[in-house]
């Protein structure tokens, strides 16, 4: 496999590629216990986050993976930048690009603009989400933590997900489920027609249906999507009410779930919408290790992309020299 | 002087033949087997070449008055004129909007003073292409506009669009339709089908095109007072408008070159260069329109020629704006797509069209002694490459880069003077 420079979409990784990034999380996950989680696995380089859509949650995770690696961080913040005075995304880049940066990380609210800005800098670009199209990271750490919930480190296979909500605008539904189907878990996307994308058929998911109730007693992952209140406007579903009865995770539901299936929601969550049960009291939610498994996720990309050894041939002897405390110093 | 084309094949509405025609005063003087040569003749050998009437454009985009940064109507008719054009027909998406005498006649000087070809600028059917009053159609009618359309919006309205129809009756215009169901396209970007479901784009659905051909066809068929349909893009509209015909209903529709050459797989790089209004669609539509086009229930081939500048194309596919250059690779694009006959495909590039623009009394005429000289020759058989540095447009938005296209415009004639010669621009 060739090196990659950047990350745009997890497709682009392939199954050897996931599951080389979940390896890499493992070592991070580590790092991450120890009394003082800081490596200097990246110490010299420079990330810079360039969240063109606000997403406090995913910056600081990127952020906070990078300064775990010794990276530098810089933040550019739309709102205070140059772009509101009318510059181009193109001039915005070339200049930020010129001040020396190793990787961009690019939250964008239009798909497509980490793949431009990729065409437009030799730093790498990870995408934190564009649009309705892709987030990589996500579905990343979304597999990362089914494999170490379930105790799966031999991989997923013939696991069965259940995607329940607005796949039509989510990138993390694309991601995640075209992740999940690389590592051979079988997806059931669970949504009424208005909230699947036009065409959803084989190439999406392996089966759709309208009926929750219809799959719940048989997964081993129930993946709770955000279901956004401006949807309502749209005429998308006649109320959020009638959402929760048809698609919500109810107490009632929470009793038909197998006692050891797991519970995710990429965040925030809509408590009494998508979620009305309190997650606190479902064994099998897994959100909040979600957040935390992001962190070792985003450093094994940043490690993958930008480690001196390059993509792909970061063998377990170069990883553990560099993620070793103080090592190389 | 005058102008001697000698040695080529003729093809226009009566037919084909081999002639040497002799042009003079703006006009045709002598057509015959063999002319000799005057003194004072300029003389163009088309021996293997083809001379056609010269081609009509229904629907392109000049930018002027307003946004002159992506064209002129000096860059844009030299534009046309190497695509073989002799008349255009100018949107009145400009700013200010074609809806009054002044901005009409405006448009109409400049285009004298390029001198290249006519430039006819369409009225807008509604103030401001606002779509909530009709614009002063008499007036413009009086002004010389015969076209008349909101192109880039639909007529929304039903109401408005019925009453359109039904003013315009008896002053000699015809109205034409850009046809989308607003309310179904919000915020699309390009086809709804597979391609949109996997990129994370929204989707522009082929009902909407549909709906509103189907209800203009309706109103057609209650007032009946004929109307033009501006780039339809899906097989179902091709139908429709077929149907439509053989109820014999007064109505005309017009077909871009990359719609019938270019599909939604495009996108896949989401490059803004293919976002384009009504989008790129699959390869059956792209199928339907190229058989609408053979069988003649699409009358028209239309450029659609929309330059916009490199920084706006370089965006995010939702603030790119749509559209794509199209006039100097309008034959090129046809002769390599299409499966038609020559003289077919010259017929929708330029006496059918001139019909519908309501200038077949200068444009598309046939090669006789005492018709307009707007002519145009070409080679059938030339392939080549566009190279978006050497276009005469303004803006360089070409889709059509390493496509090979066959047909190429050598000479361009307009009232009489080469205002084209070997492939070159001369004004």
Known sequence: MTAARSLLAVEDL??????????????????????????????????????????????????????????????????????????????????????????????HK?????????????????????????????????????????????????????????????????????????????????????LL??????????????????????????????????????ALVPSLREYTTRFGLTSERAAALAPQTLIMHPGPMNRGVEIAVDPAELPGAVITQQVTNGIAVRMAVLFDLLGTAGAGATSATATQDVLTEGGSQ | MSLLITGARVIDPNGERRVDVRVADGIVGQVAKQLEPVDGDEIIDAAGQVLTPGFVDLHVHLREPGREEAETIETGSRAAVLGGFTAVVAMPNTDPTQDSVEVVDFVRRQGERAGSCEVLPAGSITVGRAGERLAPFAELAGAGVKIFTDDGNGVQDPLLMRRALEYADGLGITLAQHCEVERLTEGAVMHEGSCCSRLGLPGWPSIAEELMLHRDIELVRLTGVGMHFLHLSTATSVELVRAAKADGLPITAEATPHHFSLTDERLETYDALYKV?????????????????????????????????????????????????????????SLASLDMTLADVIGALSWKPAAIAGIGDRHGRPIEPGEPANLTVIDPDEVWEVVPARLASKSRNTPYVGMPLRGRVLHTIFRGTAVVRDATALR
């Open chain 1, 14 to 107: 392939g199954a050897d590629g996931i599951e080389r990034i979940l390896d890499l999380a493992d070592h991070m996950a580590e790092v991450n216990r120890r009394p003082n989680p800081k490596v200097p696995a990246l110490r010299g380089k420079t990330v810079c986050s360039v969240f063109f859509e606000d997403s406090t949650r995913t910056r600081l995770s990127f952020e906070t993976a990078a300064r775990r690696l010794s990276a530098d961080t810089m933040t550019f913040a739309v709102s205070q930048s140059s772009l509101s005075k009318g510059e181009s995304l193109r001039d915005t880049i070339e200049t930020i690009a010129a001040m020396g940066v190793d990787a961009f990380v690019v939250r």
């Open chain 1, 110 to 194: 239009s798909s497509g603009a980490p793949r431009m800005i990729d065409a437009w800098t030799h730093a790498s670009v990870i995408n934190a989400g564009d649009g309705w199209h892709a987030h990589p990271t996500q579905a990343l750490l979304d597999a990362y933590t089914v494999r170490t919930s379930l105790g799966r480190a031999g991989g997923l296979e013939g696991l069965r997900m259940a995607i329940v909500g607005d796949v039509k605008h989510s990138r993390v539904a694309r991601s995640t489920v075209a992740a999940m189907r690389m590592l051979g878990v079988h997806v059931t996307v669970v949504a009424p027609r208005t």
């Open chain 1, 197 to 234: 994308p036009p065409d959803v058929g084989e190439a999406f998911a392996d089966a759709v249906t309208d009926r929750l109730d219809d799959v719940i007693g048989d997964i081993d992952v129930l993946y709770l999507l955000r279901m956004q209140q401006e949807r309502m406007n749209e």
């Open chain 2, 277 to 333: 209004n009504p989008p790129l669609r699959t390869p059956d539509d792209l199928a339907a329109i190229r058989a609408g086009l053979a069988d003649g229930t699409i009358d028209a081939i239309a450029t659609d020629h929309a330059p916009h500048v490199a920084e706006s194309k370089e965006q995010p596919l939702d603030a790119a704006p749509p559209g794509m250059l199209g006039l100097e690779t309008a034959l090129g694009v």
